[in-house]
């Protein structure tokens, strides 16, 4: 194992861990924070192709700022 993909492993833990136990529980913090482990999985898939990195990266992002927009609506709906 290379010293990329275990930052990013550790990147990516410390990632979620901040998304799932964010202290000011508000949606941006949330939302902010999920950018975190995106970079972590950045470099994960870095430490084998660029291209499948970058590919990865930008589904990644697109995929879970849709995700967590959709949840925001949700929540300012049901209260």
């Given at each position: 194992?290379?010293?990329?993909f275990?930052?990013?492993?550790?990147?990516?833990?410390?990632?979620?861990?901040?998304?799932?136990?964010?202290?000011?529980?508000?949606?941006?913090?949330?939302?902010?924070?999920?950018?975190?482990?995106?970079?972590?999985?950045?470099l994960?898939?870095?430490?084998y192709?660029?291209?499948?990195?970058?590919?990865?990266?930008?589904?990644?992002?697109?995929?879970?700022?849709?995700?967590?927009?959709?949840l925001?609506e949700?929540?300012?709906?049901?209260?």
């Open positions: 194992m290379n010293a990329v275990v930052l990013g492993l550790a990147i990516l833990v410390i990632g979620v861990l901040s998304v799932a136990f964010v202290r000011p529980k508000t949606y941006v913090a949330r939302l902010i924070n999920l950018e975190i482990p995106a970079w972590g999985l950045l994960v898939m870095l430490a192709d660029e291209a499948l990195a970058l590919l990865t990266f930008v589904a990644v992002t697109a995929i879970s700022t849709f995700v967590i927009v959709r925001m949700w929540r300012d709906a049901s209260c």
